[in-house]
């Protein structure tokens, strides 16, 4: 019974950590055409997600948890609009770091992840209902 338990706990930590990946993709989506509005400005700059695992205490096991959100210090693209507000003098604006691609493959990945988490889930319920229906 506690093996069953732990494995939900585990899954759900994993669930949780994938639902914040997921989150921080969408947002940087979101933001791929977010220009700055005025000259010398910076635009959105892409947001990634690490993960580390934690030992809970509770259940005797590590689990995976969101280490910390950061930035992508990677170059911005440039943009060439020389009626865009924040035009520099050669007519180049800065545009976000988000490359949509990678940004899809990211949160097809997490997707899947999140997605084999609750298979786990739905697997122990059955096997707990099973044996339920055993000690009947």
């Known amino acids: 019974m ?3 338990l732990r494995t939900l706990r585990i899954s759900a930590a994993g669930m949780k950590a994938q639902g914040t990946r997921l989150r921080v993709v969408s947002e940087n989506v979101a933001n791929a055409d977010s ?5 010398g400005g910076l635009p959105y700059r892409r947001k990634v997600v690490t993960f ?19 930035t992508d210090q990677s ?6 609009d020389p009626a ?6 050669d ?7 988000v490359n949509s691609l990678v940004e899809m493959m990211d949160m ?9 988490n609750l ?7 059955t096997m707990l209902q099973s044996a339920i229906g055993l000690l009947r």
């Open 2 to 4: 506690d093996d069953l």
């Open 35 to 39: 220009l700055p509005t005025q000259p």
């Open 52 to 70: 580390r695992n934690e030992l809970d205490r509770a259940i005797g096991v590590d689990t995976v948890r969101i280490d910390r959100i950061k």
């Open 75 to 80: 170059e911005f693209q440039r943009r060439y």
């Open 84 to 89: 865009h507000p924040a035009a520099g003098a």
């Open 91 to 97: 007519g180049y604006v800065l545009a976000p770091n």
């Open 108 to 116: 097809r990945e997490a997707q899947r992840s999140y997605e084999a």
């Open 119 to 125: 298979n786990v889930i739905k697997s122990s319920k």
